[in-house]
């Protein structure tokens, strides 16, 4: 599975009003709202955020990767963030976090759940992905940032 065939450009955020974690996350999971992929938004919001509390998703360099797994979505979603200002995410490396891939799967893909995780982890340990991601405040570019990962790396989906 590619990052495409789940992050839609409706689901890539540019634009943030809050200021801490759960803030931006919230607003990350509001764009699921009326997606008939989920069937319970405050569920998929609940299994999120309940992840978080226990180890934070921020793994460094100013990125995070919220995730979860619930019965609640019909399938793999994901969502995108680039935020202008960091805020803290209680990262492994302790500085704050502006670029945020969230990813809800399905309860019973527990093996695709970490392909994928493993796919964007790739993908954002990349120095030079991160600055381009980071310094780029357009939807499509970000999708394009993506889609040339998502081909360089197409040997891996198969």
């Known amino acids: 599975m590619k990052i495409l065939e789940i992050l839609k450009l409706d689901k890539i ?6 200021t801490t974690k759960e803030a931006v996350l919230n607003e990350l999971i509001d764009s699921f709202i009326g997606d008939p992929r989920v069937l319970d938004i405050e569920r998929v919001r609940n299994v999120v955020l309940e992840r978080e509390k226990i180890m934070s998703t921020g793994i460094g360099n100013g990125f995070a990767i919220p995730h979860g797994k619930t019965d609640m ?3 793999m ?3 995108f963030g680039v935020l202008k200002n960091p805020v ?3 990262a492994l490396d302790g500085n704050p976090v502006n670029i945020i891939f969230l990813l809800v799967g399905h309860e019973n893909s527990v093996a695709q759940h970490i392909k994928m995780l493993s796919r964007i982890s790739r993908i954002m340990n990349q120095e030079n992905i991160r600055e381009k991601l980071a310094n780029t405040f357009s939807q499509e570019e970000i999708l394009q940032i993506f889609e040339t990962q998502d081909n360089k790396y197409e040997e891996l989906y198969k």
Request: glycine fraction near 6%.
């Open 73 to 75: 979505v019909s399938e």
């Open 77 to 79: 979603i994901a969502a």
């Open 88 to 90: 803290d995410f209680e």
């Open 13 to 18: 955020k540019v634009e943030f009003t809050g």
